[in-house]
């Protein structure tokens, strides 16, 4: 099942069709990327003064919906390898 969002909306003339705020040139990845950078609610808030609160809380919901989401391959669909991603030694 689906999740049901209010707030965010998906339009291809728009960011390309990324998750966005309201319709707005804010994406869900500006948000969650502010967050992740340290920055607080507020801080987003008085940045883009035509956001609201709850435009915060549910683009985190979102991206959370997204990390726990699963693809699974369609039947008969080709499997594409992958290859483990290696860090260089200090």
Not at 3 to 26: E, H, L, S, Y
Not at 34 to 60: C, F, M, R, T
Not at 73 to 86: I, K, N
Request: with cysteine.
């Amino acid at each position: 099942m689906a999740a049901q969002w209010n707030r965010i909306t998906f339009d291809p003339q728009v960011m390309g069709g990324k998750p966005c705020i309201r319709g707005m040139r804010v994406t869900v990845g500006t948000i969650v990327g502010l967050l992740a950078a340290g920055k607080s609610a507020a801080e987003i808030l008085a940045a883009y003064p035509y956001l609201e609160a709850d435009d915060i809380k549910e683009a985190l919901a979102y991206a959370a919906w997204r990390a726990e989401e699963q693809e699974l391959p369609l039947p008969g669909a080709p499997r594409w390898e992958t290859h483990a991603r290696t860090t260089p030694s200090s």
